[in-house]
């Protein structure tokens, strides 16, 4: 019996994409951001990012996809320089359809001119390599999946509140079918009930695709649900990092056992 290479022809399947960060600092005029911060992000790897407000967890999401250049240290993708890749629109581009960013502030990311199908649109098709039906198609597809209301992306996004933009900046992300999807307090103003939905979303999509999730966040019990490795930040350093689970229920250092005091104190409130 002979075997056809159609047989044997594995299906084109998406890799994660490694990033290392390495002494990484970034300074804002005289204020200072992050400071020596080293990472990596493995191929496929769901990493965390936690740690109170201001402690350059969204300075570290900007640098990573490459929005915000670093002040000293470096960036490496698959082993390649971020920087000079960023030097080229080839590479601006082929960074663009790898690595995705839902940002923590979802005004700035839908153009307020245009309804949200075209802002879901326009990325399917440059970067997903859709056309035009097969765009309209994913659309479909994609707010389906995440539980959006289909009438919304005939909205502009002035017309959405902030948790339904929130959403809407997801699929935007992850209509590109991102091999690195980088949420920076993604589910923050969504309902308990529907943070489930998305979380669940999130995490099934880099099981099925092989794809990294960076996801900054301050909520613990999230954080704890989809990733499996944790990277503690303050004062924008790192202060521990390690298995998710590993570091939450034995914290080695003093302000990660803080967060996990701070957090359980709240539970014990709501529960109370
Ligand atoms: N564009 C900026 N200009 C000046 N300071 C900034 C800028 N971006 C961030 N910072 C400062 O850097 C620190 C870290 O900010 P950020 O990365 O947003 O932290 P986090 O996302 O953890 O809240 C904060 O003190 C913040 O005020
Ligand atoms: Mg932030």
């Given at each position: 019996?002979?075997?056809?290479?159609?047989?044997?022809?594995?299906?084109?399947?998406?890799?994660?994409?490694?990033?290392?960060?390495?002494?990484?600092?970034?300074?804002?005029?005289?204020?200072?951001?992050?400071?020596?911060?080293?990472?990596?992000?493995?191929?496929?790897?769901?990493?965390?990012?936690?740690?109170?407000?201001?402690?350059?967890?969204?300075?570290?999401?900007?640098?990573?996809?490459?929005?915000?250049?670093?002040?000293?240290?470096?960036?490496?993708?698959?082993?390649?320089?971020?920087?000079?890749?960023?030097?080229?629109?080839?590479?601006?581009?082929?960074?663009?359809?790898?690595?995705?960013?839902?940002?923590?502030?979802?005004?700035?990311?839908?153009?307020?001119?245009?309804?949200?199908?075209?802002?879901l649109?326009?990325?399917a098709?440059?970067?997903?390599?859709?056309?035009?039906?097969g765009a309209d198609q994913a659309v479909g597809q994609i707010t389906a999946e995440l539980?959006?209301?289909?009438?919304?992306?005939?909205?502009?996004?002035?017309?959405?509140?902030?948790?339904?933009?929130?959403?809407?900046?997801?699929a935007?992300?992850l209509i590109?079918?991102?091999?690195?999807?980088?949420?920076?307090?993604?589910?923050?103003?969504?309902?308990?009930?529907?943070?489930?939905?998305?979380?669940?979303?999130?995490?099934?999509?880099?099981?099925?695709?092989?794809?990294?999730?960076?996801?900054?966040?301050?909520?613990?019990?999230?954080?704890?649900?989809?990733?499996?490795?944790?990277?503690?930040?303050?004062?924008?350093?790192?202060?521990?990092?390690?298995?998710?689970?590993?570091?939450?229920?034995?914290?080695?250092?003093?302000?990660?056992?803080?967060?996990?005091?701070?957090?359980?104190?709240?539970?014990?409130?709501?529960?109370?």
């Amino acid at each position: 019996m002979t075997i056809t290479a159609d047989e044997v022809a594995v299906p084109a399947r998406r890799t994660g994409v490694r990033i290392e960060a390495r002494n990484v600092r970034r300074a804002y005029g005289r204020k200072t951001a992050v400071r020596d911060v080293s990472f990596v992000l493995g191929a496929g790897e769901r990493v965390g990012i936690v740690g109170e407000s201001g402690s350059g967890k969204s300075t570290m999401a900007k640098i990573v996809t490459g929005l915000e250049r670093p002040s000293d240290g470096t960036v490496t993708v698959d082993g390649q320089d971020l920087a000079s890749l960023m030097a080229t629109r080839a590479g601006q581009l082929e960074y663009r359809r790898r690595v995705q960013l839902v940002a923590q502030d979802t005004t700035s990311t839908f153009d307020p001119r245009h309804r949200i199908r075209e802002s879901l649109r326009v990325p399917a098709q440059i970067l997903g390599g859709h056309d035009r039906a097969g765009a309209d198609q994913a659309v479909g597809q994609i707010t389906a999946e995440l539980g959006i209301d289909p009438s919304w992306v005939d909205r502009y996004p002035g017309e959405l509140s902030g948790g339904q933009r929130q959403r809407m900046s997801i699929a935007r992300a992850l209509i590109v079918r991102p091999d690195l999807l980088v949420c920076d307090e993604a589910v923050s103003a969504l309902d308990v009930s529907v943070q489930g939905v998305v979380l669940n979303l999130l995490k099934r999509y880099s099981e099925d695709h092989g794809a990294g999730l960076m996801f900054v966040s301050h909520g613990l019990p999230a954080t704890a649900f989809v990733t499996r490795e944790l990277v503690v930040m303050n004062g924008g350093e790192v202060v521990e990092s390690g298995r998710t689970l590993e570091v939450l229920e034995h914290p080695k250092h003093p302000y990660t056992q803080k967060l996990v005091d701070a957090h359980q104190a709240v539970e014990e409130d709501a529960a109370s």
